[in-house]
């Protein structure tokens, strides 16, 4: 089906980054025209940006710094005239796992400025753009640890859970008051999509680990990993006044049907104090 995204103009943020990659990628194949943020991924960026026959450029900017991110839209502003759409897609995770007793306040406060300001600043920019412009819609991407919580990771589950329900679904009423419903445009739009464990190069040592994969999809109905066109391919729907022009306001989790965290193995549980 046709998303009539031919000649749109896509901010995404994240772009060198395996799910970001992926979304660009997308877009591209409809026949958008893009803007590839990076922090620090250059070299991935430049070579995506080589892959595509669509137009394009590349542009570097630290969105925990606000002229940063102003410098990126207004980069993007000047080179297109335009911006349709963002895909904010960029963030931060840490590996190891920290238990919230345990969290220093840096790491707290690090993982809220590249986890949730980020989004924050992309957000603002992009507002400003669709106020002069009347038109525009948003992609927020969160994850399953803000749904569902994250042991070990509570700084970031609490950042995801902020953009995909706090921040969307606040979003959908400015955005629809700044881009306006007309009998030839359906409003602005936002949506934010959460995905669960995918299969990209930064998540691909843990997954190695079959007890770690048997325990991630413990609890999907669908006992697969995802794979970085699953969120791709959401992004390119939700972006699409054509074929979700009625959607706003929404949090989708493409997790395969998950339902929650398996907390414990078999073997950690006594059935004697039950």
């Known amino acids: ?76 502003m000047e080179h297109f005239g335009q911006i349709d759409t963002l895909v904010a897609n960029a963030g931060s995770w840490v590996t190891r796992d920290v238990p919230i007793h345990q969290m220093p306040l840096g790491q707290w406060r690090d993982m809220l400025d590249n986890a949730l300001t980020t989004v924050f600043l992309s957000v603002r920019e992009f507002l400003r753009v669709v106020a002069k412009q009347k038109r525009g819609n948003a992609v927020l991407v969160a994850s399953t640890a803000g749904v569902f919580g994250e042991a070990g990771h509570g700084d970031y589950a609490s950042a995801k859970s902020a953009i995909a329900f706090g921040l969307t679904r606040t979003l959908k009423n400015e955005l629809a008051r700044l881009a306006p419903h007309t009998s ?12 669960g464990w995918t299969l990209i190069p930064r998540t691909a040592p843990q997954l190695r680990s079959k007890a770690t994969a048997r325990k991630v999809m413990a609890t999907m109905a669908l006992p697969q990993l995802a794979r970085p066109e699953d969120i791709a391919n959401a992004a390119v729907y939700l972006a699409s006044d054509k074929l979700a022009r009625h959607v706003t306001g929404q949090t989708l989790v493409i997790a395969g049907g998950m339902e929650g965290r398996q907390l414990w193995q078999a073997e950690e549980i006594d059935p004697e104090n039950a």
Do not use: W
Request: one cysteine or more; glycine letters at 12%; charged letters at 25%.
């Open 1 to 76: 089906m046709n998303a009539d995204l031919t000649g749109r103009v896509v901010v995404v943020t994240g772009a060198s980054g395996g799910i970001g990659s992926a979304i660009a990628r997308a877009f591209a194949s409809e026949g958008a025209r893009l803007v590839l943020h990076y922090r620090k991924g250059r070299a991935r960026a430049e070579r995506l940006q080589r892959e595509f026959c669509t137009e394009c450029i590349a542009i570097r900017a630290d969105l925990t710094r606000e002229g940063d991110a102003q410098k990126l839209f207004n980069q993007a």
């Open 184 to 195: 030839q445009y359906c409003g602005g739009r936002v949506n934010c999509i959460c995905p």
